[in-house]
């Protein structure tokens, strides 16, 4: 029988040059978690590392020419394992310097919220994640998307429905990387970041809380402590034109929301993403763990920027960038039915 293609050796990048696969950490792996990581890519034509992070993009640059990596001819992917704002900024830089390469960091805990194993939770999600098959599905909603111009994105909750309609683009975060790509794992979405939503949107999933720089950490964990209440007591987001206007529940959860994200700093939607990612089942409380935003639903974004590379606004900001999912979904696109979850 043949080895299902999934995980590590499905979302690096394939290169005709000579291949390296860094795992850049600042915690300790245990001896399971590497041997499973040089496991699932024993097959793969790449040559597998595992380099100490620090906080020096010179140091961690030598470091990889003494593994035997030529930096100016040698493709390297490399899979970023830190907490650290500080630490994720240095391996940015040096993957700015590397000419063939591509870059994923699992999307981690901060602060107080951080464990070994936690971490090795998010990077056994990763490693089973299906690169090939979200492309798949990357591609069917984007042949819906350019059937009609402006196209027509309709989403309904468990008790509401919203609606896009706009002819602006969609980012693809799934899928196999692609040269000098640096992306968020375990990802698996499409999104949208324009403003042309309208309607209502129901919460009865998870949420995630990624701070913007660290100040904002503290706000962070205290939001995760919320999500565990949304499938007892959903919330409800009222959007004009891509403005909350009311939040509403049948119980306290939404009034103990909007206490930890006024509108007059939340009240733009900065964020609507389409998820499939099925090895991000199930949702996860407690703590803030990535996986939740990739697991098969829809999710909206409020504060923040969902893109971190964008650090004149994070910084200026200085807010949690709250997604907050809907279980319980049903995606049509120009009329056509895309997406159905509970």
């Known amino acids: 029988m043949l080895k299902e293609e999934i995980g590590y050796s499905t979302l690096i990048c394939r290169s005709n040059e000579p291949h390296h696969t860094v795992f850049l950490h600042d915690f300790p792996l245990s001896d399971t978690m590497v041997a499973s990581l040089r496991g699932d890519l024993a097959d793969a034509p790449t040559t597998v590392h595992f380099v100490a992070l620090g906080d020096d993009a010179g140091t961690l640059l030598a470091a990889l020419r003494e593994d035997g990596i030529d930096l100016a001819h040698h493709y390297v992917s490399l ?6 704002f500080e630490r994720a900024e240095a391996a940015r830089a040096v993957f700015d310097e ?13 602060g107080d919220e951080f464990a070994p194993e936690r971490a090795e939770y998010l990077i056994d999600v990763v490693r089973r994640g299906d690169y090939l098959e979200q492309a798949d599905v990357a591609e069917r909603f984007y042949r819906l998307l350019r059937s009609s111009r402006p196209y027509r994105v309709a989403i309904t909750t468990r008790e509401g429905s919203m609606e896009i309609t706009d002819d602006a683009g969609w980012f693809q975060l799934a899928g196999p990387l692609t040269p000098k790509e640096a992306r968020l794992v375990p990802g698996g979405e499409v999104a949208y970041v324009g403003g042309d939503v309208s309607g209502t949107f129901t919460v009865d999933g998870a949420l995630l809380a990624t701070p913007q720089r660290p100040e904002a950490a503290e706000a962070a964990t205290a939001m995760a402590t919320l999500g565990g209440r949304l499938a007892e007591d959903p919330v409800t987001l009222h959007i004009e034109a891509g403005r909350v206007t009311a939040v509403t529940s049948r119980g306290s959860l939404a009034e103990e929301l909007l206490a930890l994200t006024p509108l007059d700093r939340y009240g733009t939607v900065t964020e609507v993403g389409i998820s499939f990612n099925r090895a991000c089942h199930p949702f996860v409380h407690g703590w803030n763990a990535a996986s939740n935003e990739g697991r098969p639903g829809v999710h909206i974004a409020i504060g923040g920027d969902p893109d971190p590379e964008r650090k004149d606004f994070a910084r200026e900001a200085k807010l ?6 809907a279980a319980t979904t049903q995606v049509e696109i120009n009329g056509h039915a895309f997406m159905r979850t509970e």
Request: negative net charge.
């Open 79 to 84: 899979q970023l394992l830190t907490s650290s």
């Open 320 to 325: 949690v960038h709250l997604d907050l999912m």
């Open 98 to 110: 590397l000419p063939h390469a591509d870059l994923a960091k699992i999307d981690l805990p901060l």
